[in-house]
């Protein structure tokens, strides 16, 4: 059984950078055909994709967020990890990370989540 696991503070100031952790076991983050992911959910509104890395490594990221987030991997703590720079107050969400399968038949899997707040 896969399980994803999220950390990180949970309190940002504006300006600042998020960082978040997300810990993979029973799987590995290099196993073929899965995009390693960071969705989030602001108060009251719906899912939003923030981006992903590939097994392969390879990243893509949400237009609309592209010049704010980077997305890395230390494939020897089966982890991968979002950084969201210069936060605001919008940036306040829960965000989950996920393992969404590249094709139909494969399982995806989410975490729990964890509760973002940005505020001074």
């Known amino acids: 059984q896969v399980q994803l696991q999220e950390s990180g503070p949970g309190l940002v100031k504006p300006s600042q950078t998020l960082s978040l952790t997300c810990t993979v076991s029973?799987?590995?983050?290099?196993?073929?055909?899965?995009?390693w992911s960071w969705i989030r959910q602001p108060p009251g509104k719906g899912l939003e994709w923030i981006g992903y890395?590939?097994?392969?490594?390879?990243?893509y990221y949400n237009p609309s967020l592209k010049s704010r987030t980077s997305i890395s991997r230390d494939t020897s703590k089966n982890q991968f990890t979002l950084q969201l720079s210069s936060v605001t107050p919008e940036d306040t969400a829960v965000y989950y990370c996920?393992?969404?399968?590249?094709?139909?038949?494969?399982?995806?899997?989410w975490g729990q989540g964890t509760q973002v707040t940005v505020s001074s």
């Open positions: 029973g799987g590995s983050i290099t196993t073929n055909s899965y995009y």
């Open positions: 890395i590939a097994y392969s490594g390879s990243t």
């Open positions: 996920a393992r969404v399968p590249m094709r139909v038949g494969l399982s995806g899997y």
